[in-house]
């Protein structure tokens, strides 16, 4: 069994910085992607930035710049930098991981919880 928690998030101000944290737990045989996902209410899931084990990064447009994904591989944990917030950068965040359990399995995809990030002023 594979656990995804979050942690961070909370309220802050216009231009603000938050930072968010993932920890993938279990039987991993392998990471192969972590990644953050966030959701605002009436809005589709999107992708908000993601880091493969081989350390290539990808960003959501709106983020770049703003936002750093970091990984600590040792540890199974990937780390979101959010700076300069924008009111519409409000949404529930989600971690993602796509791994393998056993070598030779097929690619699964867990998702943590989410924590809520609020902007406003």
């Known amino acids: 069994q594979v656990q995804v928690v979050e942690s961070g998030g909370g309220s802050v101000q216009p231009g603000g910085s938050l930072r968010l944290s993932c920890s993938a737990s279990?039987?991993?045989?392998?990471?192969?992607?972590m990644g953050w996902y966030r959701q605002a209410p009436g809005n589709k899931r999107e992708l908000v930035a993601s880091?493969?084990?081989?350390?290539?990064?990808n960003y959501a447009d709106s983020v770049k710049g703003r936002f750093t994904i970091s990984r600590e591989v040792a540890l199974s944990t990937a780390t979101l930098q959010m700076d300069s917030l924008k009111l519409e950068d409000s949404a529930v965040y989600y971690c993602?991981?796509?791994?393998?359990?056993?070598?030779?399995?097929?690619?699964?995809?867990?998702w943590g919880q989410g924590t809520q990030v609020t902007v406003s002023s």
């Open positions: 880091i493969r084990n081989t350390g290539d990064t």
């Open positions: 279990g039987s991993i045989f392998s990471l192969i992607e």
């Open positions: 993602n991981a796509i791994l393998r359990q056993r070598p030779l399995r097929p690619r699964e995809e867990i």
